[in-house]
């Protein structure tokens, strides 16, 4: 009897915790800032890929899932793509930072990281579809260098037309 108490004890602090918890913010909402440029991509193929494997943390078209709104996981979530659009922004063309390491790190199979798959299954690429992104993003970014980019507008349009 006395352990049946002290698990129902345990139980209430715990969900008392996890909504105190809810009222805690990242320090931000979810936020979308405008695409400022985007790279001048090889192909629509290499834009579609990257899109599906590396848009969530490294654009600014981020599709928040119901769970980066819960903490803290929100936490979690808001953290990835806070970091993940200052190494690389697909949408910030013009101020993106490391572009030379874009098909590496592709290539070596770091990203996108294993943890992102299990909520988003659709980013796991095949050995093929992995080795083509390295090759497109490294076109991409031989052609497109972090001074020029395309404007999102014109991109908007161009799928339209098609």
């Known amino acids: 009897m006395r352990i049946g108490r002290i698990l129902k004890i345990v139980v209430i602090v715990l969900l008392v915790g996890f909504l ?7 320090g931000r909402a979810h936020d979308n800032p405008a695409v400022v440029s985007e790279p001048n991509w090889d192909s629509p193929e290499t834009r579609a890929l990257a899109e599906r494997a590396c ?3 490294h654009s600014n078209e981020t599709v928040w899932p119901w769970y980066s709104n819960v903490a803290p996981v929100s ?3 808001q953290h990835d793509v806070d970091e993940g659009r200052q190494f690389i922004n697909f ?3 013009i101020n993106s930072g490391e572009v030379d390491e874009l098909s590496e790190v592709v290539n070596r199979g ?5 943890q992102y798959f299990p909520t988003h299954p659709e980013a796991k690429l095949t050995d093929a579809e ?3 992104l390295a090759d497109g993003l490294a076109a991409t970014v031989a052609q497109s260098p972090a001074t020029t980019g395309r404007e999102h507008g014109e991109h908007e349009e161009h799928e339209e037309g098609e």
């Open 20 to 26: 105190l918890i809810q009222l805690v913010p990242y």
């Open 91 to 93: 949408s910030d063309w």
């Open 130 to 132: 992995r080795a083509a």
């Open 110 to 114: 770091e990203m996108p990281p294993f």
């Open 75 to 77: 936490w979690l979530v």
């Open 55 to 57: 848009f969530d943390c």
